[in-house]
Structures are given as structure tokens and as C-alpha cells.
């Protein structure tokens, strides 16, 4: 079956121009992560959904990120006023979240780079 | 917190020959842990995973992985290194926070495996 589609898969943008990235996780999954991966730090936890609940945004580094999932399903990570060290791969996961221990299906990635 | 911690950024080994990627944890409670690779450019894959039951635990691609509560690791391992293994492996742990199941990662442990 299809896995977790992200787009675009690089994007590249001036110093305080906003993006938008995009997740399609797979069907029927309800939990949905950003995740942001860095030369500098790792992988770091960004932001979960999970059903209707609130998310968890414990994860996101500034007010000047945010994220949205529309129906239970596509979710869309925007950065506003996008700095340098903004640069990194963002990577979305989903889980059908029968319990703690499912795995997280990763999608491939968006590259961002900021001029 | 519940942590990983990586201590190699770089294993070698030759093919054929058995391999190990360390990984130890630090958490409060029974640990949720996982082992992820990802190939370059591409998203994480995940590997296995230890829940509860067997410490010994079989997964993806002839990799497995022991836990051992003792010394609070989770180290991966293979028999026999292919050179398609090579790649960027990651440890992680079920981050307890708030409501989410989000996944804190190690920093990644670089396996290259020569012929």
C-alpha cells in the first residue's frame, strides 16, 4: 500500500519568506508527527495529532511554527518568516496508535533551505 | 527524560563479519524502544522494536537487538555485514510526554560496511 507522502521534497526560499509543508500519512492512521532533522541537532519532535484531540506542540521551536491536519488526515507545517537556521530535512511519521508501541511509518522528507 | 544515547558516530566493518551499533537509554518506567535506519536521502524504515517479553528481539533485513535492563542497552546487531547495510542508524525511545507518543532519538550511528 501507499506509505507516508510529503511534498514538495525540496524546498528552497529566502530569509523571511513563509513555506508550507505538506503530509499525507497513511490511510487510516491517526497519529501524525513532524519531526526535524539537522546537521546540529538530530531528530527533534516538532508536533503530534492524534484524532480530534488537541495536538502536542511541545515540540515546536518558535511561535513562528505551526501546524495544522484538516479531516483526520493531510497535514501542513507552516513556517512563518523562515530563518537561516530553519534549514533542515522535515520529516512526517504516522502510526495507527493501537497503543505506545506502535511504530511510526516515516514519509521521505522535505529539504528546506533557507538563503 | 526519556533518552538515547549513541556513543559511536562511526562503526566500520568488513562484510561477512558480525556488527554491532550501540545503544543505551535512560527512562523512568518500562522503555518503549526501537532501532530505525535510513538509507541516503530517503526516510527513516524501521527496524524492530522491544515492547515487553523476549530480550532478544528479531527484526528487519537479519537485524536484531538485545535488551538488557541491567545495563540499560539496547545494542543492534547482525550475524553477517552486507555492504547494503550500510547506512545511518538510529535508536530511539517512547518519549512519555503529555498525551503523545512521540519518539526521542539518538544522535545516529554511521555503519559503513566494506567488501
Known amino acids: 500500500g501507499a506509505g507516508v507522502s510529503q511534498s514538495p521534497s525540496n524546498k528552497v526560499t529566502e530569509k523571511g519568506k513563509d513555506v508550507e509543508l505538506r503530509c499525507d500519512p497513511i490511510?487510516?492512521?491517526?497519529?501524525l508527527y513532524w519531526y526535524r532533522q539537522s546537521l546540529g541537532q538530530g531528530l527533534e519532535f516538532l508536533i503530534y495529532f492524534q484524532g480530534n484531540s488537541a495536538p502536542d506542540k511541545s515540540g515546536l521551536p518558535s511561535d513562528r511554527f505551526s501546524a495544522e491536519r484538516t479531516g483526520g488526515s493531510v497535514s501542513t507545517l507552516t513556517i512563518q518568516r523562515t530563518q537561516q537556521e530553519d534549514s533542515a530535512v522535515y520529516l512526517c511519521?504516522?502510526?495507527?496508535?493501537?497503543?505506545?508501541?506502535?511504530?511510526?511509518?516515516f514519509g521521505p522528507g522535505t529539504r528546506l533551505t533557507v538563503l | 527524560a526519556q533518552s538515547v544515547a549513541q556513543p559511536e558516530d562511526q562503526v566500520n566493518v568488513a562484510e561477512g563479519n558480525p556488527l554491532t551499533v550501540k545503544c543505551t537509554y535512560s527512562?523512568?518506567?518500562?522503555?518503549?524502544l526501537f532501532w530505525y535506519v535510513q538509507y541516503p536521502n530517503r526516510g527513516l524504515q524501521f527496524l524492530l522494536k522491544?515492547?515487553?517479553?523476549?530480550?532478544l528481539v528479531k527484526g528487519s533485513y537479519g537485524f536484531e537487538a538485545e535488551f538488557n535492563k541491567s545495563q540499560t542497552s539496547f545494542h543492534l546487531k547482525k550475524p553477517s555485514a552486507l555492504v547494503s547495510d550500510s547506512a545511518l542508524y538510529f535508536c530511539?525511545?517512547?518519549?512519555?510526554?503529555?498525551?503523545?507518543?512521540?519518539?526521542?532519538f539518538g544522535k545516529g550511528t554511521s555503519l559503513l560496511v566494506t567488501p
Open positions: 527512562v523512568s518506567g518500562n522503555p518503549y
Open positions: 490511510s487510516g492512521h491517526t497519529a
Open positions: 530511539a525511545v517512547r518519549d512519555v510526554r503529555n498525551s503523545g507518543y512521540a519518539l526521542n
Open positions: 511519521a504516522s502510526s495507527p496508535l493501537r497503543g505506545g508501541g506502535d511504530e511510526q511509518f
Open positions: 522491544y515492547i515487553t517479553g523476549d530480550n
